[in-house]
């Protein structure tokens, strides 16, 4: 369901920015090349892309010098407090963004960055269950199809993030996404070596998407906007939030602290925030906009499509994932034990 729009969008005179080139640490398959283009001709630059497919490889890069390598990266809402804390990211000059205006309400003060010190929003989505309904026997409407042996439905990828993996298995068990206790943390590391055992192992979420239409899997743990990608061309896939819920997520974008090339940095901010560049991401990507004055832009199809903005009785079973502070040090001691298995 990519649709290139960029071609159709006015490319406003915006110059007074130096020439140069924008080092970006992306998300693999996450901005179409034709808005790439598009801010690469009206600033007169060079955009660069690395990409990844877990956070916690970013985030690493980044602690080994990489947030003087790259000026702009797309961190996961709960990452942002950390690296601002770290001082990986720089807090942002509001001056330099007066498209910030085009957010929706709900995305000028989020609880992950309160009002948008050190980062803004990029595209938002949930994370759930992915499944070939022509393989699979019955519908998949629960986390069990992982954790229940009686409920296996097949070769099966967990999704390769820390937090997003833990907090499914708590999920589960009816615990929050965030849960501190070591003993509940404890439960769901043993769910999780079970369900490793059965399943293919980990993937990021192009692996697990590639690996679906592939039919290498039958079931994925899978973010919604890569499985809404390839419905089109494989409409046997499902997409569900599971009945004990999942997580709704914002992925931000931020400007490291040494980036080399900061005006340019803050020059594509701005941009990414204009309303018909905001829509050609999300028509491309699938991935729902927080730019309000991009919704006129949409692709109908996607914007009445459930699985991108879903209904209230889906967003009222939804869980943010939120910085842990120290605790984080149990769900890292979670991860080792279950990826050393």
Known sequence: MKKALVSLLVLAAGLGVARGELRLFNWADYIPEDVVAAFEKRYDARVIIDTFEAPEAMLAKLQAGGDAEYDVVVPPDYYVLEMARTGLIRELDHQKLPNLKNLAPEFQNPAYD???????????????IAYDATAVKKPVDSWAVFFDPKQYA???????EMRETIGAALKYLGYSLN???????EAAKKLLIGAKRRCLGFAGGIEARSRLLSGDATVVHAYSGDIVQIQGE??????????EGGTIWTDAVAITRRAPHPELAYAFLNFILEPKIAAAISNYNSYATPVAAALPYLDPALKENPAVFPPKAVRAKLEYIHDVGDAIRLYDRVWTELKSR
Not at 114 to 128: A, C, D, E, M, V
Not at 154 to 160: E, I, Q, S, Y
Not at 179 to 185: N, S
């Open 114 to 128: 309160p009002q948008n010190r050190h980062s803004i929003p990029y595209q938002w989505g949930t994370t759930g």
């Open 154 to 160: 097949g070769p099966c990828f967990l999704l390769d």
């Open 179 to 185: 849960d501190t206790d070591p003993a509940h943390l």
């Open 234 to 243: 494989a409409p046997q896939v499902r997409y569900v939030v599971p009945k």
